[in-house]
């Protein structure tokens, strides 16, 4: 015997779905309070129809409806991580088949937070730092880098060069800066197959390590070309010293998905540190 309730417009019994949920992904809406949640929905073997799915977070239990795949759930907490479930429902109740399996953890992140992506140490036995896959569903980039490469000697091979997506076209990356080195001041410019100077890795006197903030500005746009942003403070006790603001553009439209950084200076030591963060707009 079948058990519902009475469809107000038929006139007849209205089953409970059986409905099978497969959770997906859940991913921060971008809004700070907002998580979307993915899944797909099983064929119903037996009973009522699927009128809606219904996706609840733990912890708090805030729940969103929807008639497909995403649900966007609101009201939820910044900078706290949520995981979801979803199950399927109609007029009469939720599916017997009951929830889905949790989904992964999902942090709805603020406006302007900075977001840590991925960070990596040198080695001292490699020239090269690469951050791939990089996620896309940030507004800007930003790396933080404390670093120094293994050369010996004052102003041997400072600084370190930067390229996106393996991409080392000749001449497709623009850079101007300018260098302040105590006793005057002096301009460079240029473009080459990677960016030249627009990071530091120092290289001259043994503790003495290079300090950079790069910003890579509106780096998912594929509209226009990517500019960067760096400000470098190295010091090899006045000898082929890179010191000053940077600035750079990326001669291609493409997303940047990842990023690679080589020291010329020698392989980077063990010490160095370069961390990349996410900025939401």
Known sequence: MATG???PK??????????TITIGTATDGGTGTTVSVTFTAGSVATGGPVSYFTATSTPSSITANGTASPITVSGLTTDTPYTFKVKAGNATGYSSAGDSAASN????EALGDYVSIASANGTGSSDTITFSSIS?????LQIRIFAKGTGTGNGVGTGS??????DTTATNYWRHGINAYGSGISSSNGNDNAFWDIIGSSS???SMYASNVIDILDYTNTNKKTTVRSIVGEETNGSGVHSGPRSGLWNNTAAITSITLQSYGGNFTTASHIALYGIKG
């Not at 038929?10 to 409905?19: E, L, N, R, S, T």
């Not at 896309?136 to 800007?140: A, D, G, M, R, S």
């Open 204 to 206: 001259g006197l043994t």
């Open 136 to 140: 896309q569903i940030y507004t800007h």
């Open 105 to 108: 953890s999902a942090t709805p």
């Open 10 to 19: 038929a006139g007849k019994i209205v089953d409970i779905p059986d409905q």
């Open 161 to 166: 060069t930067m390229v996106f997506n393996g």
């Open 5 to 7: 309730s009475v469809s």
